[in-house]
């Protein structure tokens, strides 16, 4: 079982809201990403970090926001939320080296209204 | 364009029977290829891991398979169980300067019938 933990696991918003999707790992992990995912479609990054107080865009475009600034914390935020954001977003952690497994956690199923 | 197309789509198979799920992918320059199972609702958890000197991985009732050369992997699962129901997503990185990229599949969907 992977040390990764997502909450919440399931949201259900209203558009225009605020929100923070948590995410936390406890392996001491130098990678973190986070990942979008519809249904029977692939995973999408949306954001990366290879450490404390660096964050990267992915390939998806999105208007959510990350930070890192504790290696076992990566949070992602949207300010404003709308029904287009209606998703499956799953966190993971690595380490740095190439080879390495990426643990993910649970996903958080966020619908937003 | 780097890509990861799985086969097929989706999958349905009697209990104890077995069963192979295919993967062919663009990317490069090749560092790794990973098959991870992802139940649904959950998030995927890792099979294998290989890298471009290895064809051959097994994790108990799973057997992966790589061919570098024709950039093709393939994922056997023997005597299948009703467990084995979920996603099965074939992950690819590469070598560039983002230390490991991971391309993901849209996976195979594999439905165990009693």
């Known amino acids: 079982e992977a040390d990764i933990y997502q909450t919440p696991r399931y949201l259900v918003i209203g558009t225009g809201k605020k929100i923070t999707l948590e995410c936390s790992q406890t392996m001491g992990h130098d990678k973190m990403y986070w990942y979008q995912q519809d249904p029977g479609m692939e995973l999408h990054l949306i954001h990366y970090?290879?450490?404390?107080?660096?964050?990267e865009k992915g390939d998806l475009s999105s208007e959510s926001t990350v930070s890192r600034i504790r290696t076992e914390h990566f949070p992602l935020t949207l300010e404003s939320a709308r029904p287009s954001h209606t998703s499956q977003y799953l966190c993971a952690s690595s380490e740095l080296e190439v080879h390495t497994e990426a643990f993910f956690g649970q996903g958080t199923r966020l619908t937003v209204v | 364009k780097n890509q990861v197309e799985q086969s097929p789509q989706s999958l349905i198979i009697l209990e104890g029977k077995n069963c192979t799920l295919q993967c062919n992918y663009t990317v490069s320059p090749f560092s790794n290829l990973r098959w991870y199972k992802q139940d649904t609702g959950r998030g995927p958890v890792s099979l294998t891991i290989m890298t471009f000197s290895e064809n051959t991985k097994s994790n108990g009732r799973y057997t992966a398979t790589l061919d570098a050369d024709t950039k093709q992997s393939s994922l056997h699962i023997t005597a299948s169980q009703l467990s084995d129901s979920a996603s099965y997503i074939c992950?690819?990185?590469?070598?560039?300067?983002?230390?490991?990229?991971?391309?993901f599949g849209r996976g195979t969907q594999l439905t165990v019938w009693p």
């Open positions: 970090s290879y450490g404390v107080n660096s964050t």
């Open positions: 992950v690819v990185s590469d070598r560039g300067s983002t230390l490991g990229r991971l391309y």
